[in-house]
């Protein structure tokens, strides 16, 4: 039986010392989308393999296909066939990883970017500039055959920015 997301998303909000979502939290925008959530499921969950992309590697600049500036460890290439852009996409493994501010990753990352070689259900993350903004994925040794992206939501424009 499938885990449901919520409970997913309520355990990463704990891990994550944030408050759950409906639970008062007055200035938490994840709090907010997260209580939009009712009837998702890991059933609507994709398994993607991923990919790692950062600045100065060939061809990447720093906009996405939307025109909007890159965000390291929030922006996902997608293949907009399989996750369209501009969806907001969970992806539990990556909760917990440091961001580049030193805080803690939510999860959430913004579907705002595509590459020719995203096809089907790949899907690529940004990590910042350089090689070495690869760190806290080689740290954790996520296993990026098989990651866990749900849409949980779109934006309009650009994406938010930590």
């Known amino acids: 039986m499938p885990r449901p997301l919520r409970l997913v998303l309520a355990g990463a909000l704990a891990a994550l010392a944030l408050p759950?979502?409906?639970w008062g939290a007055a200035d938490d925008p994840i709090?907010?989308?997260l209580a939009g959530l009712t009837e998702f499921t890991t059933d609507s969950a994709i398994k993607a393999k991923a990919t790692l992309y950062h600045a100065g590697a060939r061809g990447v600049g720093s906009r996405d296909s939307l025109g909007c500036t890159v965000s390291p460890m929030r922006t996902l290439a997608v293949d907009p066939s399989v996750i369209p852009r501009r969806s907001?996409?969970?992806i539990e493994e990556t909760v917990g990883m440091e961001?580049?501010?030193?805080?803690?990753?939510?999860?959430?990352?913004y579907a705002s970017d595509i590459g020719g070689a995203i096809k089907?259900?790949?899907i690529d993350l940004f990590t910042g500039d350089g090689r070495a903004s690869m760190g806290?994925?080689?740290q954790r040794k996520l296993n990026l055959a098989t990651l866990t992206a749900v849409k949980v939501g779109t934006f309009t424009g650009c994406p938010p920015r930590d």
Not at 99 to 109: E, I, K, Q, V, Y
Request: charge should be negative; hydrophobic fraction near 40%.
């Open 20 to 22: 759950a979502p409906g």
């Open 31 to 33: 709090g907010d989308l």
């Open 88 to 90: 907001i996409v969970f």
């Open 99 to 109: 961001l580049p501010d030193g805080r803690s990753h939510d999860g959430l990352w």
């Open 120 to 122: 089907g259900q790949k």
């Open 136 to 138: 806290p994925f080689l």
